[in-house]
T-cell receptor
Framework: GNSVTQMEGPVTLSEEAFLTINCTYTATGYPSLFWYVQYPGEGLQLLLKATKADDKGSNKGFEATYRKETTSFHLEKGSVQVSDSAVYFCALSLPYNNNDMRFGAGTRLTVKP | DAGITQSPRHKVTETGTPVTLRCHQTENHRYMYWYRQDPGHGLRLIHYSYGVKDTDKGEVSDGYSVSRSKTEDFLLTLESATSSQTSVYFC?????????????FGEGSRLTVL
């Protein structure tokens, strides 16, 4: 079946540290891949996305590259800030069926000053 | 921000009682979804709607029903709540199908079943 596996948290970093959150997927067909972020007390919001192999999604200093050969979509940021503290979800949807978006379990990031 | 309102935002109820959660959107999006969020599971799809009176089951639909009588409203009903349905419920909307579709989420409804 279609699924997403992301690294377990929690992840605690100091401000300005480098961030990587791993995400791998299993899918039939060619999925679109997403990173969503959930700030405390809020719903999820789209952080970035990529719709085909080798595409790089980027937003707010975060990046992720769609790697078909390794079925991965790892999230990276070069220098995290306290305001990046949140829960991050990797997700996938299949073409013409994004009614069935599959989410990973989420990774909680805490950034300390 | 997408205009999505969930109500109630918090509810405590007892096992066996019926519960209805409401999702209201002002974006006129065709697709609406109900997810539940549980630790270690991320978000799992309960039901979704692709138009007025058109709904379908998701991954974890047992014990839940939905209705959509108007474009803007999508109701989730627990006919007889159980403790396993204690969760945070999120409504989401999207414009349509196809690759690259983005979901817009409400702020969530926290349900506790005692």
């Amino acid at each position: 079946g279609n699924s997403v596996t992301q690294m377990e948290g929690p992840v605690t970093l100091s401000e300005e540290a480098f961030l990587t959150i791993n995400c791998t997927y299993t899918a039939t067909g060619y999925p679109s891949l997403f990173w969503y972020v959930q700030y405390p007390g809020e719903g999820l919001q789209l952080l970035l996305k990529a719709t085909k192999a080798d595409d790089k999604g980027s937003n707010k200093g975060f990046e992720a590259t769609y790697r078909k050969e390794t079925t991965s979509f790892h999230l990276e940021k070069g220098s995290v800030q306290v305001s990046d503290s949140a829960v991050y979800f990797c997700a996938l949807s299949l073409p013409y069926n994004n009614n069935d978006m599959r989410f990973g379990a989420g990774t909680r990031l805490t950034v300390k000053p | 921000d997408a205009g999505i309102t969930q109500s109630p935002r918090h509810k405590v109820t007892e096992t066996g009682t019926p519960v209805t959660l409401r999702c209201h959107q002002t974006e006129n999006h065709r697709y609406m979804y109900w997810y539940r969020q549980d630790p270690g599971h991320g978000l799992r799809l309960i039901h979704y709607s692709y138009g007025v009176k058109d709904t379908d089951k998701g991954e974890v639909s047992d014990g839940y029903s939905v209705s959509r009588s108007k474009t803007e409203d999508f109701l989730l009903t627990l006919e007889s709540a159980t403790s396993s349905q204690t969760s945070v419920y999120f409504c989401a909307i999207s414009e349509g199908r196809g690759a690259g579709g983005e979901l817009f989420f409400g702020e969530g409804s926290r349900l506790t079943v005692l």
